[in-house]
């Protein structure tokens, strides 16, 4: 299992920051219909725009510590981020994993909750969270938004407990590959091949299996077509009514 280690934090990338002349990195943003900042008109982006830093995050570099004062909320607008909590022993709990339009950091109490780091390299915007929260109360629709957000993330919590709980590998698997291609018809990419750039590692810290299991489910998948690997991490799911019948186990 994979840990953490919080020597990694210097080799984060500088923030990007921008001069005078420079336009606002929300003027152009491709996924803001997905974040946050949907819920804005476009003279209310502009206070967005005051307060964000953009960061560049390379492949396997931490962008939170579990523990660590919860003082910046980030939005993912390129890549992807896997969110986990590590054990008393050592190990390691995905809990899961963000991609574009994705929002992160928000906490309860004064420090995070939970680890992230960058699955591949990763773009975010980081917002100071007492400035975000500020601009909650003052636009209500911004917190209505966020409220949605949280609702989702809500539901993918409860279908990842029935997914440990309830599920044979073969089962995981399927839900797994199926989840990841409607997230990303909800951005706007192709549902399918999926994109699955995880490790088999992850996906089995985030599913409750070993790294054997996943890639034994994956292969015994690929001999039954029901799915193709391509290359670049990609997968087809070329017989998808196949794989809703395993998720569903009938």
């Known amino acids: 299992m994979a840990t953490f280690d919080v020597k990694n934090i210097g080799h984060l990338r500088p923030a990007i920051s921008r001069g005078e002349t420079m336009p606002s990195p929300c003027a152009a943003c491709s996924i ?22 953009t960061l560049e995050v390379g492949a396997g570099e931490p962008l939170i510590d579990e523990g660590q004062p919860a003082v910046h909320v980030f939005n993912v607008t390129s890549g992807a981020i896997r ?3 590590l054990l008393i022993d050592g190990r390691r709990q995905m809990t ?19 680890s ?14 007492r400035k975000i929260e500020a601009l909650l109360i003052k636009y209500p629709r911004m917190e209505r938004r966020l409220l949605g957000m949280a609702s989702h ?40 091949p999926i994109f699955v750039p995880m490790s088999r590692n992850d996906i089995g810290d985030y599913l409750g299996l070993t790294t054997e299991t996943v890639s034994r489910t994956f292969s015994d998948l ?13 997968v087809r799911l070329a017989q998808r009514e196949h794989l809703e019948e395993v998720a569903e186990g009938a």
């Not at 803001?32 to 830093?53: D, G, K, P, W, Y």
Request: overall charge neutral; some cysteine.
């Open 96 to 114: 899961g994993f963000l991609f574009p339009g994705d929002f992160l950091g928000l906490a309860n109490e004064e420090t995070y909750a939970y």
């Open 32 to 53: 803001r219909h997905l974040s946050l900042c949907a819920a804005l008109q476009e003279n209310e982006v502009q206070e967005m725009a005051a307060i964000v830093t």
């Open 116 to 129: 992230a780091e960058a699955v591949t390299a990763s773009t975010v915007c980081r917002f100071p969270r």
């Open 222 to 234: 690929k001999s039954k077509g029901a799915i193709e690997l391509l290359p670049a991490g990609k």
């Open 83 to 85: 969110v986990y909590k």
């Open 153 to 192: 993330e809500l539901a993918a919590a409860q279908e990842q407990m029935l997914l440990l709980g309830r599920k044979n590998a073969r089962e995981k698997i399927a839900s797994f590959l199926l989840m990841l291609s409607r997230r990303a018809e909800q951005r706007g990419l192709p549902a399918d």
